[in-house]
């Protein structure tokens, strides 16, 4: 079994080490990170520069992008074979509610499951890395749970059609995780919980440079505003790490309906206009 392994803290990171170190003996790890810490950067995709890829006294290798860069990166040509699955963290706080769309951690897992790769991404809860061997302990088992279903997964696509194949992509999933800051002991175990929600963002920072301009700083991500039973939010305080599957469809189904009387008329006026 092959494994990719990135994050959005940069290769030197504690969370990634010690995500490596829990991994290492499940299956072959290959690690392409960022060179910097890339927080809140999302999928983003460098278009515009040039990337180099270098090789840390370690072993990692590491990229001057973002997290989606690297997964990008190993997928179409860095590495010579594609992986089983796509690991991102551990990160330095929680990705939970709105947090998934910012973040660089589920962006390179994001990556991954674009690519058909099955993906998941890791977190803990607060940041400092306090009790970080909880969370690897954690991450280490829920992959080697998935072991199985990952070797049928890649011996069925080895033995499909160049058709079925594609099909066979489609099925990959995409699961969030976080993990509380907690003694192994004390965590109470695994929920599957939706996302919830947060308040806007706190005011933005001004600050006035040495040369009399302003500048501005993204304030801090609000506090949990949706963050009931069933919730990322109830479930890690009270003690559970979470797992949540995410999707990457944005389409609001529901109110597809509404919208086509609306794109009709328009139709119509332009045609009116032609």
Known sequence: MKILLSNDDGYQA??????????????DVEVVAPE????????????HSPLYVHRASNGFRYVNGTPADCVHIALTGLL???????VSGINNGANMGDDTIYSGTVGAAMEGYLFGVPAIAFSQVEKGWAHLDTAATTARELVRQMLPTLARRTSEAANATEQTAAIHDQGAWLLNVN???????????FKVARLGRRHA????????????E??????????AREDGDGTDFHA?????????PLQVDLTHHAVLPYWAPA???LARTLRSLS
């Open 14 to 27: 504690p969370g990634i080490v010690a995500l490596y170190e829990a991994l290492r003996d499940l299956a």
């Open 179 to 189: 993990i509380p800051n907690v003694p192994l002991a004390d965590l109470k175990g």
């Open 263 to 265: 794109a009709s008329q």
């Open 80 to 86: 010579p074979d594609k992986p089983d699955l796509v």
């Open 214 to 223: 302003t500048m501005y700083w993204i304030g801090s991500a609000g506090p």
């Open 36 to 47: 910097h810490n890339n927080s809140a950067k999302s999928n983003a995709l460098t278009l």
């Open 236 to 244: 890690t305080a009270e003690g559970y790490a979470t797992v949540t």
């Open 201 to 212: 963002a706190e005011a933005v920072i001004t600050q006035v440079s040495p040369r009399g």
